[in-house]
Every structure is written in C-alpha cells, then in structure tokens.
C-alpha cells in the first residue's frame, strides 16, 4: 500500500488531521491514511476536468448497476439495480428509512456500544430509544431484540460489521434477527458501510440470508470507508423487495437530492475498480491489528484486546490497567495519542474506560503510538 507523506496527511485538512498540537498522532476518526486509489482518483480528475459540477442527472443507473455487480462478486449477493438508491450518507439514509419504512411514532431499537449519530436518530425521528447489549464473546443479545419488538418497537438499526466492535455477523444471527423482525411486524435498517472490510471471508449482507430478511430489510451501503471517500457524499440505499421499492419512488425530492456528481463518479469507480485494493489494504491493516494485539498485551497489563473480524477498527478495553477510566484523557493529553472516546459509544457509565483506535495508518505510525503509550504506562505503574 502506498502512503502519502506526513506533511501531505497534514495538508488534507481533514478531521483526522485537525488536532492543534502538530505533536498529536490522531487514531480516531474513521478515515484511512492510505494513499487513494488510481482509478478512483482519475475518475474525480475527469469529472473536474469535463466541469461535471452540476446536478447529478436522476436517470443515470451507473452507481446502481456497479454496485449490484460489485455485491454479487464480493458478497455473492445481487441487489437488484433498480432497488439501488444514490444518497447524501449512511446516516441521512438510517434516518430516511426509519421515516419511511417504520411504523409512525414505533421506538427504534439498536446495540451499544454504538457507532455514535446512532443515539440521536431517536431525536431525528422523533421516537423512543432502545438499547440492546452486544459483545464480542455473547454477540447480539436477541433475547433483549424480542422483548423491545413485543413492546412494539418498529425496527432495529443494525450495525454490520459492527462500528467499534467489529463483529462481523454470521448468517445464524442474521436470520434469526430477520425472523423476529418478522414476527413482530417490525424492521431491519442495516448499516453496513465497513462491508468491503472483512478478514479471511466474505461480508454476509442482512437482506441476503433468507425470504424474511429480504421482506423486512433495507441496507445502507457506501465506498466511504474502503475507500476513503466520505467527503464527497455518496452513499447507497438498498430495498430488497416491491413493495418497498414502490413506497420509496412516492417519497419526495428531499429524500433522495443531496448526494454529490463527484461523489457519484468516485463511487461509481470505487466498485468498478481492480478490487485488490481493498485487499492489499485488509492485509496491511491486518499486519497492524496483529502487532497492535500482541503489542499492547506487552505492555499494558491487564489491557482487554482482541483482533477484530471485520474493519481497522480496535476497540480496547482500560478499564482494569493503571489508566483505568481516565484512560482516554491520559493517552490524548500524556501521550499525544488521540483516539476516540468510549464513551461516546456508550454513554459515561459503560463507555468510561474503553478506547476505539483506529490502525489505518503507516505502521511506522502505528508503533510510534504504541511507544508512547507504553511510556505512559511505565510511567504511572
């Protein structure tokens, strides 16, 4: 994998590279330091170049039928193109189809951890929250899904793979999850931006593991995080049955409007381009989660770590260490280590003490955090 330099990552002006302290090594935020890919690159220059600035064109099916082909090559699931639709970004479209597809004023159920903008679609929608358990060693509690449908809950905003665990659902869970959905006349609203991001085996998307899923699910896709292409604002909304495809064409101009013409071409390159980019760069990412593991077991005792199945995404347990609760303040502000805050994924009495490190970076980058955090930690032993 290529990387660009450390003055190039810095002139990008992105989140990832907006900390004050030019000392800081940033891990949060979900963007990528891999160079992008050529083709994708040489799409935006042409659009630019050819002034491709304007509206997107709503008839064009380009970004549909790529994206059709690429799921059925990586996933061996074909989504119908024309049940395919552009979007501004996953969170809009998790919104837009509670709205659309839920019954009106029914709670919305998902697990926590959480990928954070989860917490605040109960606001957007105006509904109730519910909050389910999911670990890494019991997976989804389903017991707890039940019990949220039986007291009426609409549906159930699923996270695969799972932002910060990294869980990568198996089919058993995913139809079982699609049946209750069933029974209960409820929903699926899948989140499955990290798809392209699985170790050693194919992403099983929810609609694709049986008749009910498909009756109940709408997916939300995007080549946001494979390819690091957030900031041009494209993302997927996947029906996998008529009658959702027919009430989502009746839905107004303000559902679908808002996705970016760069964003579309970028999009439409990223699912057509040689896919061993997104390999190379799950094998680099691979090598780093592997030393990032053993690394900390060093030098952290009593750290929980585990590699994860699925996206760059470490989600590291401090809680039983000498950081203890504190411990993402002390590696942002003792190590210049800035990750992201479990507690923004679980709310401060569960998430205190949890830290989300992301190792899409240069390894060298990688082993200069975790020099520095063992520093910190010899330090306050």
């Known amino acids: 994998m290529r990387f660009p330099d450390l003055s190039t990552l810095k002139q990008r002006g992105t989140e990832k590279w907006s900390c004050d302290n030019p000392d800081t090594v940033p891990m949060f935020v979900a963007e990528s330091d891999f160079a992008t890919n050529d083709e994708v690159m040489a799409a935006i220059r042409d659009a630019v170049d050819r002034e491709q600035l304007g509206y997107p064109c709503q008839g064009d099916t380009r970004l549909a039928e790529a994206l059709s082909d690429f799921c059925a090559s990586r996933y061996g699931w074909r989504p119908r193109a024309e049940w395919v639709f552009p979007i501004a970004d996953v969170v809009r479209g998790l919104w837009m189809a509670i709205e659309t597809f839920t019954r009106p004023g029914s709670a919305i159920v998902f697990a926590t951890p959480a990928y954070p903008p989860f917490f605040e679609l109960g606001t957007l929608a105006g509904r109730e929250s519910v909050t389910v358990g999911v670990t890494v060693d019991g997976g989804m509690?389903?017991?707890?899904?039940?019990?949220?449908?039986?007291?009426?809950?609409?549906?159930?905003?699923?996270?695969?793979?799972?932002?910060?665990?990294?869980?990568?659902?198996?089919?058993?869970?995913?139809?079982?999850?699609?049946?209750?959905?069933?029974?209960?006349?409820?929903?699926?609203?899948?989140?499955?931006?990290?798809?392209?991001?699985?170790?050693?085996?194919?992403?099983?998307?929810a609609a694709s593991v049986s008749e009910a899923a498909a009756s109940v699910t709408v997916t939300l896709m995007a080549a946001s995080k494979a390819w690091n292409v957030a900031g041009l604002k494209c993302a997927q909304l996947i029906v996998s049955n008529e009658r959702d495809a027919q009430v989502w064409a009746e839905r107004p101009p303000l559902y679908w409007q808002g996705f970016s013409i760069l964003g579309y071409e970028a999009s439409v390159a990223c699912y057509r381009a040689d896919q061993s980019f997104v390999d190379e760069q799950l094998e680099y990412v691979g090598r780093n989660i592997e030393y990032a593991v053993s690394r900390l077991r060093q030098v952290v005792p009593g750290i929980g770590v585990y590699a994860p199945e699925a996206t760059y995404l470490l989600w590291l347990d401090f809680r039983n260490t000498v950081l203890g609760e504190a411990a993402w303040e002390v590696l942002a502000t003792e190590a210049s280590v800035v990750c992201s805050d479990g507690r923004a994924f679980a709310g401060e009495s569960e998430g205190a003490g949890w830290v989300r490190m992301n190792l899409a970076c240069q390894d060298s980058t990688l082993r200069l955090a975790l020099d520095r955090i063992e520093q910190v930690v010899a330090a306050r032993s």
Not at 161 to 169: D, E, K, M, T
Not at 181 to 199: N, Q, T, W
């Open 141 to 205: 509690d389903l017991a707890a899904v039940e019990r949220a449908f039986q007291q009426g809950a609409g549906c159930f905003v699923l996270c695969n793979p799972h932002n910060p665990l990294g869980l990568a659902f198996d089919r058993e869970t995913l139809v079982r999850l699609a049946d209750l959905a069933a029974a209960y006349d409820a929903r699926i609203i899948s989140d499955e931006i990290h798809a392209p991001l699985v170790f050693g085996r194919r992403h099983i998307p």
